[in-house]
């Protein structure tokens, strides 16, 4: 093991490696179907997400703001919140409205839920009022992954209904690409399992071109599958560094639904995992089609195995994002020598732990809680080879001269973060297909040779 | 299908001929209407951030400062301390217990580290529901660190951009008046409300500077503490971008008596017509020869080169939704000089005199719309069978996902569209994207 540095300890925040509370909460109400993401706050909230998002998906998503002013800021933000959400509801009909609140709502104390609760009595508008859910994420406690789980949570808890079983399967994937969504579809079409995958951005943030474009897209998560998913077998949930109280623990509490906690299925080892437990649950053996991709990655592995020996990786970004893209890094011999994240799980040593036993090297350092300018700091003293996150990590690698592998939320400076994919043996494929070159582009760049045969 | 325009709305929206002139604006969004507005911290921010020798501190929960990390293009010949992202990152505890310590450490912390002229630190929403005393805090650092330590009053729900844009100027006032002002020309100005992106402002100081014009401060495009601190010591005031920094000139006027004409350096005639002015203004034949020169030797590079895109793009025909109207008025006009047609029109933030005056220029049967949101946006575009979209990267999928053009005319652009040279830019963004061959593939609009 080796030996942390002392952290430094800074009071100030340059650079953030991480996002808002509700901006996590907005992108997984994007994923149900029929629904409009809702912030309860001020208007710049929203139009500040709504740009964050769009630059990584270039996909429209109208996020809803209660816009508060200054007025309601002293006398509570009631009125606005309800007006919105009538608003909302006459214009796009949504079947569902997320709401999340901001630093501002919370801060003042609005009672978010007795709002809710006085505006379903009083409603009378035309037709049936949407399925409200509402979550407290306040940008003062959690980033936007917290934010992330507690909607899922919300959706659970406000929609999932136990009974007799389904014989479905639930999926909690966390934050992942339309990539991965539509990957993971066709793996449990596979192996013949009925799943349930919440949230579900695949179309949502991914859609076609279309002759006409409707106000909500098609896609995301039905809010009769969301019911279901309480009289489901199993729930799947990806990520080791999650807090307790998340939607799989829910459903096993309330509804019986058997959780299943895995690392984020990237990489080889956490790909068999996942896969073996999906063979188990379905009482299929691992398909053939998957046997045959992972026989490619393999022989993918050892054609590219030299280019990679002994390089080293700063990775970041998301916690179980950087658990899982350290697995593989591992396997493929590049050695993570720094995971950090703006996230502060608790558990984020430890998940790299685990997917970084039995594999050679040394263990990397892990710190929660950093912002780039120490991930700046701590990478000048490393020298690493690539860094692997997200596009945030730009100037890093400018600055470094060594190469910037884009993977996760969000890619600002190309296009297709959503078509990134991550995930089984086939996002581990084009992972390493991409790593493996862009070392191989590095050396060629840098040679003064100009090699044309690598 | 339910209309897409709120009954409160409704007088927000003018369209050109139906009726005589009227227009509702400058008011609060309307709750769940999705509004493309931000709120008074970006109004600040946007003004502020070109500031580059300045340390940005945003005090408040992490958001603000991370989605405004890095965005605008707005360049600097120096130092680039603008483009880092300051945060105190508030948590629970404090909220709770007050977030004044915390905001003093921090500066102090990053003052040391970096240096910089000045420190501009923002308050968002929830510190002025805390109540830290911003105006102790920097007043406190600004004394131990001997640099000027401002306050920038943008709580987020305070009203809209608009308030930020005054906010931003009332703290850059603070700057005003401390420098030394010798030396400076009887002809000189400074240039406000350019943000020099894709390096616009440095084209822009080039022509003054062939006409003889020297120019103090930039405000704030490529902007310096020490140039804003002497600023008071130009001549004249020349104000781009009517919402942003015309508070700042106002202030300088009734201080200092310095006169303000307001110019756009977009599209060839307001181009043209902003160093006119200057030059009328400062009643020197050799100047207005030299500016006549200069219009004439940049209009006969640019001319022959427009007419290969004009002939192209003839006939087609644009909507415009922007931030603030004086950008809208200049995109007509340039619009027109490439024979195409506006039908529809609109802004964030415009004020009455604003529409009027783009009700003026506009054709008949043009859509003048306020505070304007995706759903109208939509069913404008539907309506006019519009052919390109300008905007910034909220309108973008509007005008995508309806298989319709875009152009980018937002603080995030990478291209320089002001200036003469910014037109041929203009022209050939416009191209590029109406006649590019993707729109073939496109399912056709029902």
């Not at chain 1, 999340?100 to 709502?105: E, G, I, S």
């Not at chain 1, 558990?347 to 732990?353: L, S, V, Y």
């Not at chain 2, 006969?300 to 939704?321: H, N, Q, T």
Request: hydrophobic residues 40%; proline residues 5%; negative net charge.
């Amino acid at each position: 093991m080796s030996k942390m540095p002392p952290r430094a300890n800074y009071t100030s925040t340059t650079n953030a490696c991480k996002l808002c509370k509700p901006l996590g909460a907005c992108l997984a109400f994007r994923g149900v179907a029929g629904s409009v993401s809702f912030l309860h706050g001020s208007q710049g909230c929203a139009t500040y997400m709504r740009r964050y998002i769009i630059s990584h998906f270039n996909e429209p998503i109208d996020i809803a703001s209660s816009a508060l002013g200054e007025k309601d800021a002293v006398y509570g933000g009631g009125r606005n919140l309800k007006q919105g959400l009538t608003n909302v509801s006459a214009k796009y009909q949504p079947k569902l409205i997320g709401i999340a609140t901001t630093c501002l709502t919370e801060t003042i104390g609005d009672d978010v839920k007795m709002i809710l609760s006085e505006y379903r009595r009083d409603y009378n508008g035309d037709g049936e009022l949407p399925v409200l859910v509402a979550v407290s994420t306040p940008s003062y406690s959690g980033s936007h992954m917290e934010g992330f789980h507690a909607a899922v949570r919300g959706l659970v808890e406000a929609l999932s209904e136990g009974g007799p079983r389904n014989g479905t399967l639930n999926i909690l994937p966390g934050l992942v690409s339309p990539a991965d969504l539509r990957h993971l579809k066709s793996i449990l079409a596979a192996f013949g399992l009925n799943g349930t995958i919440l949230p579900d951005i695949s179309d949502t943030l991914d859609g076609p071109a279309l002759a006409d474009c409707p106000l909500i897209p098609e896609g995301g998560t039905t809010i009769e599958a969301i019911k279901g998913m309480g009289r489901a077998d199993a729930t799947i949930e990806f990520g080791l560094t999650l807090p307790d109280d998340t939607g799989g623990p829910y459903l096993k509490a309330r509804c019986k639904v058997a959780n299943h906690r895995l690392p984020m299925p990237v990489g080889i080892r956490a790909s068999d995992r996942f896969f073996t437990l999906l063979a188990e649950l379905s009482g299929q053996p691992i398909p053939q089609a998957l046997q045959a991709s992972k026989g490619r990655l393999i022989d993918a592995l050892v054609d590219g195995h030299k280019y990679l020996a002994g390089k080293t990786a700063v990775l970041y970004g998301e916690e179980d994002l950087v658990v899982g893209m350290a697995g593989f890094l591992a396997e493929i011999g590049v050695r993570p020598v720094l995971c950090a994240s703006g996230g502060q799980s608790g558990r984020f040593k430890a998940a790299i732990d685990e997917v970084l036993a039995g594999l050679p090297g040394e263990s990397p350092e892990v710190f929660e809680g950093m912002d780039f300018y120490e991930i700046a700091e701590r990478a000048e003293a490393l020298k690493p080879d690539l860094i692997v996150g997200h596009s945030k990590g730009y100037s890093l690698a400018r600055k470094l001269g060594i190469p910037l592998i884009r993977v996760g939320f969000p890619i600002h400076d190309r296009i297709g973060g959503q078509r990134i994919l991550h995930l089984g043996y086939e996002g581990a494929q084009q992972l390493f297909d991409l790593i493996t070159n862009e070392l191989i582009r590095a050396k060629q760049d840098n040679s003064p040779v100009g090699y044309s045969y690598m | 299908m339910p209309s897409a325009i709120f009954k409160e709305r409704q007088d927000q929206i003018h369209r050109k001929g139906e009726t005589p002139f009227a227009i509702d604006c400058d008011k609060e969004s309307l709750a769940g209407a999705v509004s493309q507005r931000a709120c008074v911290f970006c109004g600040s921010r946007v003004v502020l951030y070109p500031i580059a020798d300045a340390l940005h501190l945003v005090h408040g929960p992490i958001g603000c400062a991370v989605y405004t990390w890095d965005i605008r293009g707005a360049l600097s010949s120096g130092p680039e301390l603008h483009r880092l992202s300051f945060s105190t990152d508030l948590q629970e505890m404090d909220v709770i217990f007050g977030g004044e310590k915390k905001l003093y450490a921090a500066l102090i912390e990053l003052i040391d580290r970096h240096s910089p002229k000045a420190a501009f630190v923002y308050s968002t929403c929830i510190v002025g529901l805390i109540g830290d005393d911003l105006k102790a805090v920097c007043a406190r650092v600004a004394a131990e660190k001997g640099i000027p330590v401002l306050p920038v009053q943008s709580e987020g729900f305070k009203g809209n951009k608009r308030a930020g844009y005054e906010a931003a100027c009332d703290a850059m006032f603070q700057l005003v008046g401390t420098g030394d002002t010798t030396g400076i020309s009887k002809h000189s100005i400074n240039i406000l409300g350019d943000f020099n992106l894709a390096g616009e402002i440095w084209m822009i100081r080039e022509y003054f500077s062939r006409m003889g014009v020297e120019v103090v401060a930039n405000i704030t495009g490529d902007g310096r503490v020490g140039d804003i601190q002497r600023c008071h010591g130009a001549a004249l005031n020349v104000v781009q971008c009517s919402g942003a920094t015309m508070h700042l000139a106002r202030m300088l006027e009734d201080k200092y008596g310095t006169p303000v004409v307001r110019v756009s350096y977009f599209g060839i005639e307001d181009m043209a017509e902003s160093l006119y002015t200057v030059a009328r203004f400062f009643d020197d034949p050799e100047m207005l020869a030299r500016t006549r020169e200069l219009v004439r030797e940049e209009l006969s590079l640019l001319l022959p080169e427009l007419e290969r895109f004009k002939k192209d793009l003839a006939g087609k025909k644009a909507a415009i939704y922007v931030g603030g109207a004086f950008k809208a008025f200049s995109l007509v006009k340039a619009f027109r000089l490439l024979g195409m047609q506006v039908v529809m029109v609109g802004s964030q933030t415009g004020t009455q005199e604003d529409y009027q005056e783009l009700a003026e220029i506009t054709d008949e049967g043009t859509i003048i719309v306020d505070d304007s949101n995706p759903l109208e946006l939509t069913s404008f575009l539907k309506e006019k069978e519009v052919d390109i979209l300008v905007g910034g990267v909220k309108e973008r999928p509007i005008a995508y996902k309806l298989g319709v053009a875009f152009c980018d005319h937002n603080h995030e652009r990478k291209e320089a569209l002001a200036g003469f040279a910014g037109m041929l830019n203009f022209a050939r963004e416009v191209h590029g994207s109406v006649m590019s061959p993707v729109w073939q593939f496109v399912p056709q609009k029902s």
